[in-house]
């Protein structure tokens, strides 16, 4: 039957499906050690951009390639998540249990900064999964990549959410939650931030060209000396 060919479109979805769940089991793994969270979500971006780009991709080996490549940089973004996570959840225990009195003004700025924090975030792991740059580099992209496509980035911060509070009011989906949880959300942002990437990466080939003997991609472009974003970039 066509429709069990392995180059239909049932199969096809399936074997997303299985490659998501599988990418999953290896971003939970890699997370138990905690301190290793950030090379595991941005190897888990790595190859769900791959696999939305229907790229050749092998997800074991290019998830550990990523891990490996950009396990420094991630480490030190990660750590600087962590602290900023426990400053914030101090300071909204403060201002949830009136144990200090802030101006409205001043709250209302607080909750600007971590809605900021959270966006910029969604993309940082993206942005340093594709692009080989200086931290500063990749914080700055992120930041103006999360801006450059606002309604999305929003978009992309309900989806990477929602699994896990459909999963506290709807535990019978817990079980999916453990096993696509982390990667379809990431793969759903992926189809995102996709259109955005290739034009930076359009950008960069224009700006600047490829050697005569071009070196074997490995998915990662550098462009440490190319605009972040294309000028005419609207989304």
Known sequence: MKFLSIDSPLMVFLGKVADLMWVNILTILCCIPVITGGAAFTAMHY?????VRDEECY?????FKSFKQNFRQATVIWLIMLALFAVYGADFYLIYTKAVEFPTWMNSLFLGV???TFLVIIMVFPVL???????????KISALAAVAQLPKTVLSLIVIVAPFVLGIYIYQIIPVVILLGLAVPAF????????LFLKIEERHAETNPAPEEEPEDDGVRIFSDAPILPPDEKE
């Open 59 to 63: 997800i074991t080996k290019d998830y």
């Open 47 to 51: 190859v769900c951009l791959k696999i």
């Open 129 to 139: 999964a594709k692009f080989d740059d200086s931290l500063k580099q990749i914080l």
């Open 188 to 195: 759903v942002c992926a189809l995102m931030y996709n259109k």
């Open 114 to 116: 971590v809605i900021l």
